[in-house]
C-alpha cells in the first residue's frame, strides 16, 4: 500500500516536472515569427496572434467595426486583470450568455459577433481555428478546468454608492478623452469606445461592472489602479449611455413588432 | 465599333458569374474568398492578354477539387501555412503546362475520346453537388470515404446535422434558378443569387445569427494590385517534391478541359485558335497566379458557353471580366457581405447539376466502347476521386485507340502467280501478330505481302519479314514484298536481307 502511494506521487512529481519543462520548451511568439518554417500547430498559432494584435488586417472579413481583438486582450492576450486569452482550460463549459454549453470556437465566434459587431465566423473557418491553437498555445501549463491568475477582470467591491454618470463624464474627460476622444471616437491608435465604430450593446463591455473593473485594473493605458473603484463605476456608467450598434442577438422582427405595439 | 461593345457586355456577364464561382471554388479549395476572386481576375486577364480565342479562364471545379485534396493533409484549412503551400503547387502546376508547352504536348488531348471528357465533365459535376451539400445544409466538414456514406450519415442523423434556414435558403435558390431559366436562360444564376440573397435578408431579419448559425460571406476588402512574392525555401522544397504528382494532376486536368474547350470553339466559330499558344497563357498564368495572390485556373466550360452566347469572338472579352470583376466587388462590397453562403451552394448545385448530361448518355449508348469509357469514368469519379477518373479515362482512351490502331485489314487474294497479301494499317510490334496467323494459314505457298497501303513499319515487322522468309527459303518457298520507293529505302536502311525479293511500284 505504502510502496503503492509511493509510486504514484513519483509519477506526479514527474508529470509535474515534464509540464514544466514543457511551459519552458515551448517558444516564444517572438522567436516564432524569426522561423522560416514551422509546423501546422505553430504556424497556426503565429496565425492566431497575428488575428489578435492586427484583427482589421488578418481577420477582416467577419469585423464590423474597427477594433483589434488586443484593444480588450491586452498585450496580445497575456496580460493578467485585461482579460488574458489563457483559458482553453475552461472551455467547454455552460455560460448563462447563450444558456448552452461552449466551447472554445463558439466562444470566439460570438467575440466576433458581439465585440467585433460583425458576423459570426463559420465553426471550421480558419480564423476561428487559428486563435483557438493561440488561446492553446497561451493555456499551456495551465491546471484543467481550474480558473487561472488573473482571469477576466477583477470584481470590484461595493462601493456604496450608484455609478454616476455625470461625475463618470466629468471623469472621461478629464482622464480618457486625450486617447479615445471627446466623441470617443478613439485617436489614433486607441480604440473607438462608443459610436458606430465601437464595440455593440450584446457585448461583455456594455456590462458596467465588467468594464468598471477593466477600466479600474487597466485603464488609463499604462496607469492601471489610478483610478478609484468609484470612478472607475462611473466612467463606465456614462460609457453604458453613449450610442452604439444594437444587440444583434436579438431579432430584429420582434424589435419592430415591439415598436409597433407600443 | 460594334464589336467590342458586345465584348464589353459578354465580359460583363462573365464577371457577374464568376464572382459566386471564384468565392465557391476558393471555398472548395480550402481557401478564403478573395483568393478566388484573385485568381478570377488575373488568371483570367492572363489567360485572355497571352491566348488567342475567347475562351474565359478563371477559377475552375476540378483544380479547385484537387488543390483541397493535395494540400489539406499537409496545414489547416486556411492558415498561412496552407496559403503558402498552394501557391507553391500552382506555381509548380504553372511549370509543368509550361514543360508542356515546350514539348508541345497539346497533341496528347487529341487521344483522350470526347466520351472521356464527358465521363470527366459529368463526374466534376456530381464532386460540385456533393461539394455543396455542405453549405446548403450547413454541415461542419466532415470526410467520408465514399460519398454513400456521406448520404446515409445526412439521412439517418438529419435532425442534428441539418440547418432548416440554410436548407431553406438553398432551397430557394435552387428552385429560383430552375424556375428562372423558363424566362431568362442567359441571367438564370444571377436570377438565384438574387432569390437567394433576399431570402437570407427575409431570414435574418426574422431570426439573429446565433439562432440560425448561418453562414455569411462577409466583407472582401479587395486590393487593386495584390502583389505577393511566395515563399520558397529548402522545407518548402521538401515539400513541393511530395505534391508533384498533385501538380502534375491538376496541369493535365487543367490543361485538357481548356484544350477541349478551344476545341469545341475551334469547331463551331471561325476564330484563329492556335492550341499551343492557348497551353502557353495557362501556364504562364498559373505560374504569375500565386505572384497575385490567386491559385490556378483552367478554362470554364459555363462561362464560355455564356460567353458564345454573347456573341464574343475575341479575347477581349475575357480581358474585360477581369476588369469588372475589380469594378463590381469594389461597389458591391457592402451588399455581399451578408451573402448566405447557401445561396452561393444553391448555384453551385446548378452548375453542378447541369454538368452531368442525360443527353450524353444516350449520345455514347450508340457505341457500346463509348458508353464504357463514359460511364467508367464517371463512377470511378463517383467512388475515388477526379484524378483517379483521369486516369482511368486516359488508359481507357488510349487502350481503345491502341486496339484500333493494332486492328490490320489484311486481304488476300489467290491467283496462279501465288498469295497476295494486301496489307492496310500501321504494321508494328502490335499488328505483326495478325499478319503472323495469316502466314500459318498459307504456310505452303509462295506468298506476295502488298505493303503499298501500309502506313508505318517498324523494326519488329522488318525482323519478322526475315524471320519468315528464311523459314520459307527452307521449305523453299519465295517472299516477295510489294513496296514503293520510299518504304524501299526505309527498308534497306533497316537492315532487310537480300533473301527477300523486293518489287518498287
Request: glycine share 8%.
Amino acid at each position: 500500500m505504502k510502496y503503492s502511494q509511493q509510486l504514484v506521487c513519483g509519477a506526479l512529481c514527474l508529470l509535474l516536472l515534464n509540464a514544466a519543462t514543457a511551459q519552458q520548451n515551448q517558444p516564444s511568439i517572438q522567436q516564432l515569427l524569426r522561423e522560416p518554417f514551422l509546423d501546422d500547430y505553430y504556424s497556426n498559432v503565429v496565425y492566431g496572434y497575428e488575428i489578435v494584435t492586427d484583427t482589421q488586417t488578418h481577420a477582416s472579413r467577419y469585423v464590423g467595426n474597427s477594433l483589434n481583438c488586443s484593444n480588450c486582450h491586452l498585450q496580445a492576450g497575456t496580460q493578467p486583470d485585461a482579460l488574458p486569452l489563457n483559458v482553453a482550460g475552461m472551455y467547454p463549459k455552460w455560460r448563462a450568455k447563450n444558456g448552452k454549453r461552449n466551447g472554445i470556437g463558439l466562444r470566439i465566434r460570438e467575440c466576433f459577433l458581439y465585440s467585433m459587431d460583425g458576423i459570426m465566423p463559420p465553426e471550421d473557418a480558419p480564423e476561428v481555428l487559428a486563435i483557438s491553437a493561440y488561446v492553446t498555445y497561451l493555456s499551456q501549463g495551465q491546471v484543467m478546468g481550474a480558473e487561472p491568475e488573473g482571469r477576466g477582470v477583477p470584481t470590484l467591491p461595493d462601493t456604496g454608492y450608484d455609478p454616476n454618470p455625470a461625475n463618470g463624464r466629468a471623469v472621461y474627460m478629464s482622464q480618457c478623452a486625450s486617447c479615445h476622444g471627446q466623441q470617443g471616437e478613439g485617436v489614433a491608435d486607441m480604440p473607438p469606445v462608443w459610436g458606430m465604430n465601437s464595440y455593440n450593446k450584446g457585448a461583455g463591455m456594455n456590462n458596467i461592472r465588467e468594464a468598471a473593473g477593466f477600466i479600474w485594473a487597466n485603464m488609463p493605458l499604462g496607469q492601471g489602479k489610478s483610478l478609484t473603484h468609484q470612478q472607475a463605476l462611473d466612467v463606465s456608467a456614462y460609457l453604458n449611455l453613449q450610442i452604439r450598434p444594437a444587440d444583434p442577438g436579438r431579432s430584429k422582427f420582434l424589435k419592430l413588432l415591439e415598436y409597433l405595439i407600443n | 465599333m460594334r464589336s467590342w461593345r458586345t465584348e464589353l457586355f459578354a465580359g460583363l456577364v462573365g464577371a457577374i458569374l464568376v464572382i459566386p464561382q471564384g468565392i465557391t471554388f476558393a471555398y472548395i479549395a480550402g481557401l478564403q474568398p478573395e483568393y478566388g476572386l484573385y485568381c478570377a481576375i488575373f488568371v483570367t486577364l492572363f489567360c485572355s492578354l497571352l491566348g488567342s480565342s475567347s475562351m474565359m479562364s478563371g477559377p475552375n471545379t476540378a483544380v479547385a477539387i484537387l488543390i483541397g485534396a493535395a494540400i489539406l493533409p499537409l496545414a489547416g484549412r486556411g492558415s498561412p501555412l496552407y496559403v503558402d503551400f498552394v501557391f507553391l503547387l500552382c506555381m509548380m502546376v504553372g511549370v509543368v503546362q509550361l514543360v508542356f508547352w515546350l514539348v508541345r504536348g497539346a497533341r496528347i488531348f487529341q487521344y483522350l475520346s470526347p466520351a472521356a471528357i464527358s465521363g470527366i465533365s459529368a463526374g466534376a459535376g456530381f464532386l460540385i453537388i456533393m461539394a455543396s451539400l455542405d453549405s446548403i445544409l450547413d454541415l461542419s466538414t466532415f470526410k467520408t470515404t465514399f460519398f454513400f456514406e456521406k448520404l446515409f450519415v445526412i439521412f439517418s442523423d438529419a435532425k442534428d446535422l441539418v440547418n432548416p434556414f440554410s436548407l431553406a435558403i438553398a432551397v430557394t435558390t435552387i428552385v429560383a434558378g430552375y424556375v428562372g431559366r423558363r424566362f431568362s436562360p442567359r441571367y438564370f444564376i444571377i436570377i438565384a443569387v438574387t432569390a437567394g440573397y433576399l431570402c437570407g435578408l427575409l431570414v435574418a431579419f426574422i431570426w439573429p445569427q446565433p439562432v440560425t448559425e448561418l453562414e455569411y460571406l462577409g466583407r472582401m476588402p479587395l486590393q487593386w494590385l495584390p502583389f505577393n512574392v511566395p515563399t520558397i525555401n529548402m522545407e518548402y522544397l521538401m515539400i513541393a517534391s511530395t505534391l508533384i504528382p498533385y501538380a502534375v494532376a491538376i496541369a493535365f486536368i487543367g490543361l485538357a478541359q481548356s484544350l477541349v474547350i478551344v476545341r469545341e470553339l475551334k469547331m463551331e466559330t471561325d476564330q484563329d485558335i492556335n492550341l499551343d499558344k492557348e497551353v502557353y497563357a495557362q501556364g504562364v498564368a498559373n505560374f504569375l497566379a500565386p505572384f497575385f495572390s490567386g491559385f490556378a485556373g483552367a478554362g470554364s466550360f459555363n462561362r464560355t458557353k455564356a460567353n458564345q452566347s454573347l456573341g464574343a469572338t475575341t479575347p477581349l472579352s475575357g480581358m474585360a471580366a477581369a476588369g469588372f470583376v475589380l469594378i463590381l466587388i469594389t461597389f458591391l462590397g457592402p451588399v455581399l457581405t451578408y451573402m448566405p453562403m447557401a445561396a452561393m451552394a444553391g448555384t453551385l448545385f446548378i452548375v453542378g447539376a447541369d454538368m452531368i448530361k442525360l443527353r450524353d448518355i444516350k449520345h455514347y449508348a450508340q457505341v457500346r466502347s463509348e458508353l464504357f469509357i463514359y460511364l467508367a469514368t464517371f463512377t470511378s469519379i463517383m467512388f475515388f476521386d477526379l484524378a483517379a477518373g483521369v486516369v482511368v479515362a486516359v488508359f481507357l482512351s488510349v487502350s481503345v485507340f491502341m486496339l484500333r490502331i493494332s486492328q490490320l485489314d489484311l486481304k488476300v487474294e489467290t491467283s496462279a502467280a501465288g498469295t497476295v497479301i494486301k496489307v492496310k494499317g500501321a504494321l508494328f510490334y502490335a499488328s505483326v501478330a495478325h499478319l503472323t496467323e495469316k502466314f500459318h494459314q498459307y504456310m505452303d505457298e509462295d506468298l506476295t505481302v502488298d505493303l503499298q497501303f501500309t502506313t508505318h513499319i517498324d523494326q519488329s515487322a522488318v525482323d519478322f519479314f526475315i524471320r519468315e522468309s528464311k523459314g520459307m527459303t527452307n521449305r523453299g518457298k519465295h517472299l516477295t514484298l510489294l513496296v514503293n520507293e520510299s518504304q524501299q529505302a526505309f527498308l534497306e536502311n533497316l537492315g532487310i536481307s537480300k533473301d527477300i525479293r523486293q518489287i518498287s511500284l
